[in-house]
T-cell receptor
Framework: AQKITQTQPGMFVQEKEAVTLDCTYD???????LFWYKQPSSGEMIFLIY??????QNATEGRYSLNFQKARKSANLVISASQLGDSAMYFC???????????FGTGTSLTVIP | DTAVSQTPKYLVTQMGNDKSIKCEQN?????MYWYKQDSKKFLKIMFS???????INETVPNRFSPKSPDKAHLNLHINSLELGDSAVYFC??????????????FGPGTRLTVL
């Protein structure tokens, strides 16, 4: 069975500071993809970053980086230099190689404080 | 040049009515999805179509019927709407290479309110 866990329902960070949003996953598939999405208050789901299970390096996209620790089955999102516009819900998701269904976590609500 | 579009964005209707939500993608993807996001923000897959063929059909009441006239469109029809159907419905699409790298791109969502 596939499972994604986000243990932080809400997080606060000071503007310009870095923040880490936790995500752990459980899968028996040897190959899978990990994703993070952002959902601002306007409601749309915005793709942020992708990490493949066989990628040797951690993924980075601008101020977003994914701290991938395969042995611990964790895929934490790091946002550097937080901005007010980063305030949103953040969802971690996984897709196993053997399927095409996304499994989403329950989300973390991030609030950036000026 | 919207990638995944949904109409309508908001839908308010009475219990018992039948309604449809339309979804179109211009990304050339071959797989499309419907998700339901409840009031607690939990996202749950409902259906998935690959090249007009149903491939995922989660435990969803049969009042919900997806229809894919072509691989760029996936519509969701809901019969006999109930209060519990109130949610945000997201359409998404991906290019399913089957390698676990298939990023899903989401539409803007349709907020359905059943009165």
């Amino acid at each position: 069975a596939q499972k994604i866990t986000q243990t932080q329902p809400g997080m606060f960070v000071q503007e310009k500071e870095a923040v880490t949003l936790d995500c752990t996953y459980d899968t028996s598939d040897p190959s899978y993809g990990l994703f993070w999405y952002k959902q601002p208050s306007s409601g749309e789901m915005i793709f942020l970053i992708y990490q493949g299970s066989y990628d040797q390096q951690n993924a980075t996209e601008g101020r977003y980086s994914l701290n991938f620790q395969k042995a611990r089955k964790s895929a934490n999102l790091v946002i550097s230099a937080s901005q007010l516009g980063d305030s949103a819900m953040y969802f971690c998701a996984m897709i196993p190689n053997t399927g095409n269904q996304f499994y989403f976590g329950t989300g973390t609500s991030l609030t950036v404080i000026p | 040049d919207t990638a995944v579009s949904q109409t309508p964005k908001y839908l308010v209707t009475q219990m018992g009515n039948d309604k449809s939500i339309k979804c179109e993608q211009n990304l050339g993807h071959d797989t499309m999805y419907w998700y339901k996001q409840d009031s607690k923000k939990f996202l749950k897959i409902m259906f998935s179509y690959n090249n007009k063929e149903l491939i995922i059909n989660e435990t969803v009441p049969n009042r919900f019927s997806p229809k894919s006239p072509d691989k760029a469109h996936l519509n969701l029809h809901i019969n006999s709407l109930e209060l519990g159907d109130s949610a945000v419905y997201f359409c998404a699409s991906s290019d399913s290479s089957g390698s676990g790298t298939d990023t899903q791109y989401f539409g803007p969502g349709t907020r359905l309110t059943v009165l």
